[in-house]
């Protein structure tokens, strides 16, 4: 059993940059694939960014494609995403997933962390 704490969430003015981490406890992370999802208030929850486990195969949502990045460090059990140029449209509630295979599918995922905010104001 995999548990996820995300971090790095607040207020951030269009334009600027965040990062946003999340710690991962529990056995085997490095086997897991890891994924970012958001949920905006009144939305379905999206995808953003999948890693596999060792790192060298990455996904990303068109809508943040060239914006974002995800990597991860398994020797620290942690997965990071950062995010530049933000948008208001990319306030939400953004959380981390472990999984089997770093798929776009929530149901591709296992484990998820409780989320932390990002908001974006114009």
């Known amino acids: 059993q995999v548990q996820l704490v995300e971090s790095g969430g607040g207020l951030v003015q269009a334009g600027g940059s965040l990062r946003l981490s999340c710690a991962a406890s529990?056995?085997?992370?490095?086997?897991?694939?890891m994924g970012w999802f958001r949920q905006a208030p009144g939305k379905e929850r999206e995808f953003v960014a999948s890693?596999?486990?060792?790192?060298?195969?990455?996904v990303y949502a068109d809508s943040v494609k060239g914006r974002f990045t995800i990597s991860r460090a398994n020797v620290a059990n942690m997965v990071y995403l950062q995010m530049n140029s933000l948008k208001p449209e990319d306030k939400a509630v953004y959380s981390c997933?472990?999984?089997?295979?770093?798929?776009?599918?929530?149901?591709?995922?296992?484990?998820w962390g409780q989320g932390t905010q990002v908001t974006v104001s114009s």
């Open positions: 890693v596999s486990p060792s790192g060298n195969s990455i």
């Open positions: 529990g056995r085997a992370f490095f086997t897991y694939s």
């Open positions: 997933a472990a999984g089997g295979t770093s798929g776009w599918r929530t149901s591709e995922y296992d484990y």
